[in-house]
């Protein structure tokens, strides 16, 4: 009986393949965090850059969602529930395959760096938005859309510590920040998170904690969505 | 044929207990506005409410394995913190407050004093996360409930999936708080014409509809909303109330208007507890009002109120006691 169902499963998922690849392109998009040329990889230590100031990267976690694609600026692909967390540290957070059913054409993607305040308000959820990821806070409602955490002499703190937190979801606070790239190649999009852009932009000697929603979060918001390029 | 009579049967057997099971859970009692919390997002069941109940009184949600959410929201005083002013062994701001009665939470849009929490799911994460309060994080709780030899089995009961996640275990805690209604005061009775008021609460009833009812309206007692009362700001405690959340200098000592049902049993007063007893609040009001620039409107004449009619009003708040919530067996420890 057991093996019976495991026979109809297997036969179950096979057609199910065969069928969506029949009718939908999968189209990649894959997240490379950086500092400057080099891979930022997390999964097993941090990440040690050649800095003269012994910057040290220990986490980048970061929400992206809702992705649109647009023809001629007209959105023409919207995935659904589409909010992803990129961990450096977890690989497996670093492709997204989304079908495009109708091999619809674009020549832009747009997309959010956090999360949305609708969403927010929303109650419990599950999938990369549960609570279980570490991204929300407990003490005052929301989501935290970025988390960049290290280590550098720069730093009088503990250990020599930063950690920069980013989020808030109600103005004038609102941190999330909306973005849109130009495309050419539509079946793998690349995106880029280079920790150098935010790093230069910022004094790490004064500007070295922020935990919660306010205008320095606000700022620092901005300029890590300059860290974002898509090649 | 006979099995098709008998099924039949069962369906219309199982139909009416589901109908009769939910209106009972969660209602919507007469006269009263519809609830602010989304229930499509978490439609109430029997299984749900059940397992949010048995999460609600298991002190498996602290790090140490001692206190639950029931230990500082106990059902006999109107899930407040019995006798302490702040509830203990909290750090931070959340330490410097007062624990709030539970009741009617469908009809809250934000909780905490000053509106912090934009979710009734999202609440159980703030005791839950605080070093000196649960000591714990939502993730490491999750694992101990996987790990529990009854968890497993209930959630898949309750959401037909026994791996469980944040998700479904905020639901479940949600779902049992929706189903803390109190409507069944004497006031209660008195408006659905089965009781009468004695001349005194009678007085007090006008008196509290000239004076209080701006903030605290019929039916729920609450307009839901933040507003400055006229406290004066306690030097140590330092609490701006609701700017800590906004950083509006507008919203400077505002604090949300708790409700006003069972406040018999909901003492200590305000969200640092500074009043022990109804008369001080009175008290407070007619003669302990700070100005300040955000001080509400209508308390910016003074409440002018003789020792009598003081007396008075305290007689209308007390009909707002509603035993067959503080003693519903539905509400209490799950024994089972």
């Avoid at chain 2, 509830?87 to 909780?111: C, V, Y």
């Avoid at chain 2, 406290?231 to 959340?245: A, C, E, I, M």
Wanted: aromatic share 12%.
């Amino acid at each position: 009986m057991k093996n019976l169902s495991i026979i109809f499963v297997i036969v179950f998922v096979s057609s199910v393949r065969f069928i969506s690849a029949q009718t939908n392109t999968a189209m990649y998009i894959s997240i490379s965090p950086t500092y400057g040329a080099n891979v930022v990889d997390l999964a097993d230590s941090s990440f040690l850059t050649n800095d003269s100031n012994n910057l040290q990267i220990d986490v980048l976690k970061f929400y992206i969602s809702h992705f649109q694609f647009l023809k001629a600026g007209i959105n023409v692909l919207e995935e659904q529930n589409s909010f992803h967390l990129v961990d450096a540290s977890d690989p497996k957070t670093l492709q997204i395959i989304i079908l495009n059913k109708q091999n619809i054409v674009f020549d832009q993607l747009d997309f959010y760096l956090g999360i949305d305040s609708i969403t927010t308000v929303s109650g419990a959820m599950g999938g990369d938005l549960d609570p279980t990821k570490g991204m929300y806070w407990s003490w005052q409602s929301g989501y935290i859309n970025c988390k960049l955490e290290g280590k550098s002499k720069l730093c009088s703190t503990r250990n020599n510590e930063f950690q920069f937190h980013l989020g808030g979801y109600q103005s004038p606070f609102n941190t999330l920040q909306a973005l849109e790239f130009p495309i050419s190649n539509t079946e793998h999009i690349h995106i880029t998170f280079d920790i150098k852009k935010i790093i230069e932009n910022i004094n790490l000697a004064t500007l070295n904690h922020v935990m919660s929603p306010n205008n320095v979060a606000l700022q620092l918001s901005k300029t890590v969505s300059k860290a974002i390029s898509i090649k | 044929m006979k099995a098709r009579r008998y099924f039949l049967l069962c369906i219309c057997f199982v139909v009416s207990a589901f109908q009769f099971t939910e209106k009972s859970l969660f209602f919507v009692p007469d006269t009263w506005p519809k609830p602010k919390y989304d229930f499509s997002k978490n439609p109430i069941t029997e299984s749900k409410v059940e397992l949010g109940r048995k999460l609600f009184y298991d002190p498996i949600f602290s790090g140490d394995n001692t206190i639950s959410c029931a230990s500082c929201h106990s059902q006999y005083t109107a899930f407040t913190h019995v006798d302490h002013a702040l509830s203990h062994g909290i750090e931070d701001r959340i330490g410097t407050r007062n624990s709030p009665a539970l009741m009617n939470l469908a009809w809250q849009k934000l909780f905490m004093r000053d509106g912090a929490v934009n979710h009734l799911d999202m609440q159980a994460l703030a005791p839950i996360s605080n070093p000196l309060e649960m000591d714990e994080t939502i993730t490491h709780v999750v694992s101990k409930l996987q790990a529990n030899n009854l968890y497993p089995t209930l959630f898949y009961r309750a959401f037909g999936d026994s791996i469980i996640t944040g998700e479904h275990t905020l639901k479940a805690i949600s779902q049992f708080m929706l189903t803390l209604i109190s409507s069944n005061s004497r006031y209660d009775s008195v408006m659905r014409k089965q009781a009468n008021f004695s001349e005194q609460e009678k007085n007090g009833y006008r008196l509290y509809q000239q004076n209080c009812s701006s903030c605290h309206p019929e039916p729920l007692f609450t307009n839901d909303e933040f507003m400055n009362n006229g406290l004066p700001t306690d030097s140590t405690l330092k609490d701006y109330g609701r700017l800590g959340v906004t950083k509006n200098p507008n919203d400077s000592l505002k604090f949300k208007v708790p409700t006003l049902r069972n406040v018999e049993f909901s003492y200590p007063y305000m969200h640092d507890g500074r009043f022990k007893r109804l008369s001080e609040v009175l008290k407070h009001y007619t003669s302990g009002i700070r100005q300040s620039n955000t001080l509400a409107n209508v308390l910016q004449k003074p409440i002018v109120l003789t020792s009598n009619e003081k007396v008075d009003i305290i007689a209308f708040l007390l009909t707002l006691t509603d035993k067959s919530f503080l003693f519903n067996p539905k509400f209490s420890y799950p024994r089972k």
